[in-house]
């Protein structure tokens, strides 16, 4: 059955980096485009970023763009998500998603499996 694992979270000072991953199983990953959404206290669901399943194309937030990186290794078939330059307001609990096939990873984009997440906390 197709799984996602996110890990890496944890807590970060502002100006702070992590690396989030997703380890996918359960399907041929290297077919699929992935994206990463957050979910802060409170909030709904905000897309962050997606890539294509061959990594010719990348998309992020306006929130996001040029503090995170959004990559993929297929061999390892895990997506990976570096966030860099943290502020406070990036706290929020993390997903990795799958898209259907064809979709784009955009906010637009349609999802069919969706991980457990994992909790990123930026704060001094």
């Known amino acids: 059955q197709v799984q996602l694992v996110e890990s890496g979270g944890g807590l970060a000072q502002p100006g702070g980096s992590l690396r989030l991953s997703c380890a996918a199983s359960?399907?041929?990953?290297?077919?699929?485009?992935m994206s990463w959404a957050r979910q802060a206290p409170g909030k709904g669901l905000e897309w962050v970023s997606g890539i294509y399943p061959d990594s010719s194309d990348t998309f992020y937030a306006r929130s996001v763009k040029d503090r995170f990186t959004i990559s993929r290794d297929n061999a390892k078939n895990t997506v990976y998500l570096q966030v860099n330059s943290l502020k406070p307001e990036d706290t929020a609990l993390y997903y990795c998603?799958?898209?259907?096939?064809?979709?784009?990873?955009?906010?637009?984009?349609?999802?069919?499996?969706w991980g457990q997440g994992t909790q990123v906390t930026v704060s001094s």
């Open positions: 998603a799958r898209a259907r096939l064809g979709s784009t990873p955009d906010p637009f984009g349609e999802y069919d499996y």
């Open positions: 359960g399907f041929t990953f290297s077919s699929y485009a």
